[in-house]
């Protein structure tokens, strides 16, 4: 197993233009975790699945963030009509399932967004 | 609100001497995990060490160790014989649980320089 996967690993876009980016997790974890981190900042909590289910999504996300995990494998950020207060690094997380302890979350290496 | 807090933006420590990085948290729950997160330049977030509240027991990994005060909510990451490869912003995060959904909750961060 080789962690969790994100690709790209940077993008560089026109503002307006949509962008996707994607997260494959460590195989047996079922929980899936995507934050946004700015320069100089720790990281703040974008949403949470749980296999395919997305339980929460953070009031930070607009409508023009959407995300998904079908079949609670990898999972896709989309960020429609992209603005340049969206650059920043998107970090995916994973984690196992909760028995007898939680055994913290492992991080993707990012993918860092550049909005001109 | 959960919150987190980290006091130091910035520490130097001599390479081989020990340094401590501060932490305090704000939680009304009696149960919980908290960790301590590197990320060195390269950006992957690696988790350090780990806590659960209901341990007394601080939590030590090699020559990394937590000073865990529950009731002053007070969780502070000490690192013995201080080596080059540990300079990285060190992240502490609460783990946030409500209903079905859970995050960490990060604080902003401590740059640590090791100095040779």
């Known amino acids: 197993d080789t962690g969790v996967s994100q690709n790209p690993r940077h993008k560089i876009t026109k503002r307006g233009q949509n962008v996707t980016f994607r997260c494959d997790p460590i195989?047996?974890?079922?929980?899936l975790y995507w934050y946004r981190q700015t320069l100089g900042q720790g990281p703040e909590f974008l949403t949470y699945?749980?296999?395919?289910?997305?339980?929460?999504k953070s009031r930070l996300l607009s409508d023009r963030f959407s995300a998904e995990r079908p079949k609670g494998s990898f999972s896709t950020l989309e960020i429609q009509r992209t603005e340049q207060g969206d650059s920043a690094m998107y970090l995916c997380?994973?984690?196992?399932?909760?028995?007898?302890?939680?055994?913290?979350?492992?991080f993707g290496s990012g993918t860092r967004l550049t909005v001109v | 609100a959960q919150t987190v807090t980290q006091s130091q933006p910035e520490m130097s420590v001599q390479e081989a001497e020990t340094v401590t990085l501060s932490c305090t948290y704000d939680?009304?729950?009696?149960?919980?995990?908290l960790f301590w997160y590197k990320q060195p330049p390269s950006r992957q977030m690696i988790l350090v060490i780990r806590?659960?509240?209901?341990?007394?027991q601080n939590a030590t990994e090699n020559r990394f160790s937590v000073n865990f005060q529950k009731a002053a909510k007070s969780f502070s990451l000490k690192i013995s014989d201080s080596q080059l490869g540990d300079a990285a912003m060190y992240f502490c995060?609460?783990?946030?649980?409500?209903?079905?959904?859970?995050?960490?909750?990060f604080g902003k961060g401590t740059k640590l320089t090791v100095n040779p």
């Open positions: 997380a994973s984690s196992p399932p909760v028995s007898g302890g939680h055994y913290g979350y492992t």
């Open positions: 806590q659960e509240a209901y341990k007394q």
């Open positions: 995060a609460y783990r946030f649980t409500q209903g079905g959904s859970e995050k960490l909750v």
């Open positions: 195989s047996e974890h079922n929980r």
């Open positions: 699945f749980q296999n395919e289910a997305q339980l929460e």
């Open positions: 939680t009304s729950e009696s149960d919980y995990y």
